[in-house]
């Protein structure tokens, strides 16, 4: 009969063993594949207002910049996309490729009515847009030549998607 205090402590340290390896294989640089990671800390050249990080992921014909906590505005968005003050910027995730660039942005803490402000700021900036109000939720979507926006919100959260066409 298997002593069952040695099969605990055997499979501790093998799934203590199996982490390490996993966690050695996290690097950042270059790796095999050709990809390379890396991060910025609060105030580099992302625009990160302090307190924020940045990860960067490169591939072959993409890029994918990951930024979170002290997240405002992105810079790199088209400046006829008005920006969305109608609650806090938790993160962005922003991705080029040989397509066009995209943003995804986390926004909470919105405001009352921020889904039926922002359809009318679009409009008021140009944009085709449409919306679905839905309580203190809903939708929004605008589209400006190469330039289209989607916003979803429920529960005083929404994202925020942009993309720009090449």
């Known amino acids: 009969m298997v002593n069952r205090g040695l099969f605990r402590s055997s499979r501790t340290s093998?799934?203590?063993?199996a982490s390490l390896l996993v966690l050695g294989g996290c690097r950042k640089g270059?790796?095999?594949?050709?990809?390379?990671?890396?991060?910025?800390?609060?105030?580099?050249?992302?625009?990160?207002?302090?307190?924020?990080?940045?990860?960067?992921?490169?591939?072959?014909?993409?890029?994918?910049?990951?930024?979170?906590?002290?997240?405002?505005?992105p810079a790199g968005i088209p400046a006829e996309v008005p920006p969305f003050a109608f609650g806090t910027i938790h993160s962005v995730t922003r991705t080029e490729s040989s397509d066009g660039e995209s943003w995804s942005i986390a926004a909470g803490e919105l405001l009352p009515d921020a889904v039926k402000n922002y359809a009318a700021l679009l409009k008021a900036h140009g944009f085709q847009?449409?919306?679905?109000?839905?309580?203190?939720?809903?939708?929004?979507?605008g589209q400006k030549e190469n330039i289209s926006i989607a916003l979803v919100s429920s529960k005083g959260s929404a994202t925020i998607s942009i993309a720009l066409k090449k």
């Open 30 to 73: 270059p790796d095999e594949s050709g990809r390379k990671a890396s991060s910025s800390p609060a105030g580099g050249a992302s625009g990160i207002e302090a307190g924020g990080q940045s990860v960067t992921i490169e591939t072959s014909g993409r890029t994918v910049e990951i930024m979170a906590g002290g997240v405002g505005w």
């Open 129 to 141: 847009a449409s919306s679905m109000l839905v309580g203190s939720g809903g939708s929004v979507t």
């Open 14 to 17: 093998l799934l203590l063993v």
